[in-house]
Nanobody, 119 residues
Framework: QVQLVESGGGLVQPGGSLRLSCATS????????MAWYRQAPGKQRDLVAAITSGGTTNYADSVKGRFTISRDHAKNTVYLQMNSLKPEDTAVYYCNVAGRNHWGPFNRWGQGTLVTISS
């Protein structure tokens, strides 16, 4: 069973930085894409950033130039470096991993990590 474990959330002042991590484990698998989503209170879950197995990235317009998604293939881990954080970045951040194992394709969500930007 493929599982994701997120870490790195917390409380940060506006203008600060945080780095989120999401580690994938559970048998033998290949990863096709990894992504970060966020959901603010009362709002839908939206894509923040994504990265393909080939390294192609895309970002929501609201985070371009401030957030960077990266992945460590050896560790099956995806990161989200968040700089110049704003109060409107406050949300629960979820990682998402799509891939394949011997059972077939899979799509998994992390448990979510809370990011709060406040002075």
């Amino acid at each position: 069973q493929v599982q994701l474990v997120e870490s790195g959330g917390g409380l940060v002042q506006p203008g600060g930085s945080l780095r989120l991590s999401c580690a994938t484990s559970g048998g033998t698998f290949s990863i096709e894409s990894m992504a970060w989503y966020r959901q603010a209170p009362g709002k839908q879950r939206d894509l923040v950033a994504a990265i393909t197995s080939g390294g192609t990235t895309n970002y929501a317009d609201s985070v371009k130039g401030r957030f960077t998604i990266s992945r460590d293939h050896a560790k099956n881990t995806v990161y989200l470096q968040m700089n110049s954080l704003k109060p409107e970045d406050t949300a629960v951040y979820y990682c998402n991993v799509a891939g394949r194992n011997h059972w077939g394709p899979f799509n998994r969500w992390g448990q979510g990590t809370l990011v709060t930007i406040s002075s």
